[in-house]
Structures are given as structure tokens and as C-alpha cells.
């Protein structure tokens, strides 16, 4: 029903910068919550900052300072600009859409690697 794709990873060295894009399928302004979440390999995915139709935001303790999550509503899509970037930010970084704001429907993009290596 609803289709997200991301982009902008890659592969940077540690204090650069990365700015990742999510298109949605939809309008945006008929999804209460989006965000970006990551996982890195051996370990759990992870929330990295929300942000909701009312540009609410949430940040892990581990990006705030760093990390800044926007979202276009003219352009449906949403954005996540990494400063600083360290290794332990190597991770798949997944899209999200809670359509909601319950979790009742939940929407995933298919990932876009960032790689933080010297």
C-alpha cells in the first residue's frame, strides 16, 4: 500500500557528513509518524529520530547534536543529514512510516547502507 525508498548511503570517513532521502508513495501529510532506523550487523534494529506530522521530533541519545531528521511535505519525502559521523553509525539505515501513529500500519523501505570506515 504504501512504498518507501531510500537513499543517499555510502561509504564516508569518520567527522564527515551524509545526508539520506526517503521518497514515499503517498502523501506525507497522511502519515502522523516517519523515521529512520538502523541495524548494524550482529545487533538489534535501532530507532535513530522520528518526526511527526506536527515536526515533533525524537533522537537517540547516541545522534542527538549530530544527527538531524526533516521531513518535505511538498516533496513527500523525508531526510535524515548525519554530521559527524563515527564508525559505530556503520548500519543499514531502514525508512519508516506509521501511518497512524499506533503502529497498527507500519511501513518499511529496503534499506540503504552507510559505511563509516577510514
Known amino acids: 500500500q504504501v512504498q518507501l525508498v531510500e537513499s543517499g548511503g555510502g561509504r564516508v570517513q569518520p567527522g564527515e557528513s551524509l545526508r539520506l532521502s526517503c521518497a514515499a508513495s503517498?502523501?506525507?501529510?497522511?502519515?502522523?509518524?516517519m523515521g529512520w532506523y538502523r541495524q548494524a550487523p550482529g545487533k538489534q534494529r535501532e530507532l535513530v529520530a522520528t518526526?511527526?506530522?506536527?515536526?515533533?521530533?525524537d533522537y537517540a541519545d547516541s545522534v542527538k547534536g549530530r544527527f538531524t531528521i526533516s521531513r518535505d511535505n511538498a516533496k513527500n519525502s523525508l531526510h535524515l543529514q548525519m554530521n559527524s559521523l563515527k564508525f559505530e553509525d556503520t548500519a543499514i539505515y531502514y525508512c519508516?512510516?506509521?501511518?497512524?501513529?499506533?503502529?497498527?500500519?507500519?511501513?518499511w523501505g529496503q534499506g540503504t547502507q552507510v559505511t563509516v570506515s577510514s
Open positions: 503517498i502523501k506525507i501529510t497522511n502519515i502522523f509518524r
Open positions: 518526526i511527526t506530522i506536527q515536526d515533533s521530533t
Open positions: 519508516n512510516a506509521d501511518i497512524d501513529g499506533l503502529g497498527y500500519r507500519n511501513y
